[in-house]
T-cell receptor, first 116, second 112 residues
Framework: EAGVAQSPRYKIIEKRQSVAFWCNPI?????LYWYQQILGQGPKLLIQFQNNGVVDDSQLPKDRFSAERLKGVDSTLKIQPAKLEDSAVYLC??????????????FGPGTRLTVL | KQEVTQIPAALSVPEGENLVLNCSFTDSAIYNLQWFRQDPGKGLTSLLL?????REQTSGRLNASLDKSSGRSTLYIAASQPGDSATYLCAALTGGGNKLTFGTGTQLKVEL
């Protein structure tokens, strides 16, 4: 079974530029998550999708961050414009069909963003 | 708001030693408690998941326990090996949206 795929793996941009990250979850997984992990901290949930719909985006800075999941499969996370404090690893995860409380989340390798 | 704390932040042990990593959480109304491993430059790998009704889970040399009433979980690693060197994160699942709240991790180094 293929794992969660993310691209790019690394990205360096200047502040105020835009950037987009892509995630392809495990086939058949209905629930998809985007996390932000700042160096030395644990991952923080930014947004959770169940199929196409948003379940939780309470910690997503909506003035600059946006995310979409078209057709309930792939997802993109965009930052526009980027700030220095957005430097972090952005992790995508997915869980099985119902996203039940017994389900493990499977994580991709992450995208390391550096904002200069 | 759920807060998860892990102690110690870093730990260095000689190969073969048994060790315990600690995790505490403030809101005991959790659905489950999970332990993950993170290697440098890589994503997280799930190690053990303990349901709120369970006391412990075991996988190979790993044993995780859960005490909801005291808001604590421990990860016990037996006979540590250099390949166990990584950052270990615990996470509590709470809320209607199945939200995972992570601790800051314990960075483990097992030396030859």
């Amino acid at each position: 079974e293929a794992g969660v795929a993310q691209s790019p793996r690394y990205k360096i941009i200047e502040k105020r530029q835009s950037v987009a990250f892509w995630c392809n979850p495990i086939s058949g997984h209905a629930t998809l998550y985007w996390y932000q992990q700042i160096l030395g901290q644990g991952p923080k949930l930014l947004i959770q999708f169940q199929n196409n719909g948003v379940v939780d985006d309470s910690q997503l800075p909506k003035d600059r961050f946006s995310a979409e999941r078209l057709k309930g499969v792939d997802s993109t996370l965009k930052i526009q414009p980027a700030k220095l404090e957005d430097s972090a690893v952005y992790l995508c995860a997915s869980s099985s069909v119902r996203g039940a409380r017994t389900d493990t989340q499977y994580f991709g390798p992450g995208t390391r963003l550096t904002v200069l | 708001k759920q807060e998860v704390t892990q102690i110690p932040a870093a730990l260095s042990v000689p190969e073969g030693e048994n060790l315990v990593l600690n995790c505490s959480f403030t809101d005991s109304a959790i659905y489950n408690l999970q332990w993950f491993r993170q290697d440098p430059g890589k994503g997280l790998t799930s190690l053990l998941l303990i349901q709120s009704s369970q006391r412990e889970q075991t996988s190979g040399r790993l044993n995780a326990s859960l005490d909801k009433s005291s808001g604590r979980s421990t990860l016990y690693i037996a006979a540590s090996q250099p390949g166990d060197s990584a950052t270990y994160l615990c996470a509590a699942l709470t809320g209607g949206g199945n939200k995972l709240t992570f601790g800051t991790g314990t960075q483990l180094k097992v030396e030859l």
